[in-house]
């Protein structure tokens, strides 16, 4: 396990991790006895149980798993109903759950798809908590 | 280990109340304790399945529950596990029971989840999946069941007509239950032409808001005997957590929910073949295909015929009954109290209390209580009559 301090710039913290994607750096944690990749890092391994988690940036592009379209949004959301969200497949084998730029009718299960990092909306900044304001958020781009 | 059972049950109307929640649960209360001595005579401890104090603005539903029952100084607590609230609060009361550290312990729970209308309870539930990445980027209940659904469409034979079926099927029993929010039989068009709520899933994929309380009254076999109750023997338990976040999971491989149920058989001493009924989390259509497979009543893939008369389903399926209450779907499906619902439905087919909807026969019953997306924590409990081997 890493000696580093689990401070607030650390990516294995959530504050780390969003410093670092909006910067455009996708940070994955890597497990360093099974090799699986955890997005966002954290500081052990669910897959195995291992506590040495090595930080890693991620090729931000991909494919779509799995994908839907949110009809019923939570209030926070409303506006923006229907949007396409979808579970992607990282090129280096981490799984992200995102939303999609795309309608619905236009993405199928293996689209190929990038991942962008925007500012959070004035909309999105009005129901972040506190900690959150300043996060981006990954929205994937088809290819 | 003195043998826990289940001496009595009791429920709420169930959907749209006038009710708050501690009086939903004051009406459950007094059906279970209908042919009983007073709770404060042998109720030992009190555990509540809740899941959010956004709908009332109440925590400490331990204590307040504890004092509408009449009981003081008591330990008392809410249990939290999203959907699993009600089976996690099973659970802790079985164990109590198991180890000896109490006769007779109340599993309760209860949600008032039409406080805040529909969009209250979207956000509500929206707060079962992680806060970082999933909350963040809009997702809710149906669109993360959604996800599944539409990965176990890609990978299986399965059809939305399918899924369609499933809760025709489930309506169908529901119209046999006078406990059900919707006691009214429904067609596949209805289904297929329903409002989409989150593709593949349509309203009428989609197990109701609704409000509703259950108790269930655990206790050791000679305590039940001695209150002369019809008892059913809780013979397995186990639960299980995986990932918060759905996409770190295999989608399709409900794999906590298989390790849930495979942990309570192994306790009972059965296997999959030995259930005759189970109330499995049909909150989505698709739930009750995936729950199939992870119980081990249907081969990978298969899941879906569920809606099948036993002969007319794949090889290697086995003959149980699934959601003869009428399931999350139609039954009802208010949040913390879902998992003692459950039980409930065992407990009055087990005893012959089933009425219409009773499955000829039934001896054995898997119960399986899903929280969070999937199998984010499963609790599952085998139940058989006294007289089951």
């Known amino acids: 396990m890493s000696d580093d301090a689990l401070d607030a710039t650390n990516p294995r913290t959530l504050p780390g991790f969003f410093d670092a994607l909006a910067d455009g750096e996708l940070l994955g944690g890597v497990c360093t006895d099974c090799g699986q990749v955890l997005l966002p890092p954290r500081p052990a391994c669910y897959a195995c149980g291992s506590r040495g988690v090595d930080v890693e940036p991620q090729f931000p592009e991909g494919e779509v798993f799995s994908y839907t379209a949110v009809h019923t949004p939570p209030p926070a959301f409303a506006a923006d109903a229907p949007y396409t969200v979808a579970v992607v497949e990282l090129t280096d084998g981490g799984r992200l759950l995102g939303r999609v730029a795309a309608d619905y009718d236009d993405v199928a299960i293996g689209d190929p798809v990038e991942l962008t990092v925007r500012e959070p909306t004035a909309t999105e900044r009005e129901v972040a908590l506190d900690y959150e304001t300043d996060w981006p958020v990954h929205v994937f781009e088809l290819r | ?389």
């Not at chain 2, 089976?87 to 109340?106: F, Y």
């Not at chain 2, 509500?124 to 806060?131: E, H, I, K, Q």
């Not at chain 2, 206790?219 to 019809?230: G, I, K």
């Not at chain 2, 898997?366 to 007289?387: I, P, Q």
């Open chain 2, 1 to 389: 280990m003195p043998d826990p059972v289940i001496a009595s049950v009791g429920a709420s109307p169930l959907g749209r109340t006038d009710l708050p929640g501690r009086d939903l649960f004051s009406v459950a209360l007094a059906e279970a304790f209908d042919d009983l001595p007073d709770p404060a005579d042998i109720v030992e401890a009190v555990y509540v399945g809740n899941q959010s104090e956004t709908y009332e603005h109440q925590i400490m539903q331990g204590t307040l529950l504890a004092e509408w029952a009449g009981l003081r100084h008591v330990p008392a607590e809410r249990v939290e596990g999203c959907a699993a609230a009600g089976a996690l609060a099973l659970r802790h009361a079985v164990k109590d029971v198991r180890n000896g550290e109490h006769e007779a312990v109340l599993a309760c729970g209860v949600e008032k989840m039409t406080a805040g209308g529909t969009s209250g309870a979207t956000d509500a539930l929206s707060a079962a999946f992680d806060r970082a990445i999933e909350q963040r980027s809009g997702v809710t209940a149906p669109s993360q069941y959604a996800l599944l659904g539409q990965r176990y469409l890609h990978e299986t034979d399965a059809t939305e007509r399918d899924l369609a079926e499933i809760a025709v099927k489930n309506h169908a029993n529901a119209a046999r239950n006078p406990r059900a929010q919707f006691p009214k039989e429904i067609d596949v068009a209805t289904v297929l032409e329903s409002d989409p709520v989150a593709p593949p899933l349509k309203l009428y994929d989609c197990a109701p808001v609704g409000d509703g309380a259950a108790a269930v009254l655990v206790t050791t076999a000679e305590l039940a005997a001695d209150l002369n109750r019809p008892q059913v023997r809780v013979a397995g338990s186990g639960a299980s957590a995986n990932n918060i976040a759905v996409a770190e999971r295999d989608m399709t491989d409900i794999a906590g929910a298989r390790v849930a149920a495979e942990t309570a058989y192994e306790e009972a001493g059965i296997d999959a073949t030995a259930v005759d009924i189970a109330e499995v989390h049909d909150a989505f259509t698709v739930c009750e295909a995936l729950l199939a497979e992870a119980a081990g009543f249907a081969p990978a893939g298969s899941g879906y015929q569920s809606y099948l008369p036993p002969a007319e389903r794949a090889d290697g399926w086995t003959d149980v009954q699934l959601s003869p209450s009428g399931g999350l779907k139609a039954r009802g499906h208010p949040i913390g109290a879902t998992g003692l619902l459950q039980a409930l439905e065992a407990y009055e087919q087990l005893t012959g209390a089933a009425g219409d909807r009773a499955v000829e026969g039934a001896e054995t019953a898997l119960l399986l209580n899903e929280g969070g997306v999937g199998d984010a924590v499963t609790v599952s409990h085998v139940l058989t009559t006294a007289e089951a081997p």
